[in-house]
């Protein structure tokens, strides 16, 4: 007998997040939320570097609706 088991769960990234932001349809992005990784363009830019593990971790992640 087959038991349906429950997806797995998916993790979440940067990839899905509404704070990721693509100038010039960059990839992988910037962050335009976190403050804490470095940034995109040098000291006082608005975006940051995506964090090392993708946004896998990340507390301020959003997914778009
Ligand atoms: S670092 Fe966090 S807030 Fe920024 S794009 Fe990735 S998941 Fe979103």
């Given at each position: ?6 997806p797995p ?10 704070h ?14 976190r403050?804490?990784t470095?940034?995109?363009?040098g ?5 940051h570097l995506?964090?090392?593990d ?5 507390e301020h992640?959003?997914e778009?609706?």
């Amino acid at each position: 007998m087959l038991i349906d088991a429950d997806p797995p769960a998916m993790a979440q990234s940067c990839k899905d997040c509404r704070h990721r932001a693509r100038p010039g349809h960059a990839e992988p992005g910037y962050c335009a939320m976190r403050i804490d990784t470095p940034h995109a363009y040098g000291p006082g830019h608005p975006l940051h570097l995506l964090p090392e593990d993708g946004g896998a971790s990340c507390e301020h992640f959003e997914e778009w609706t």
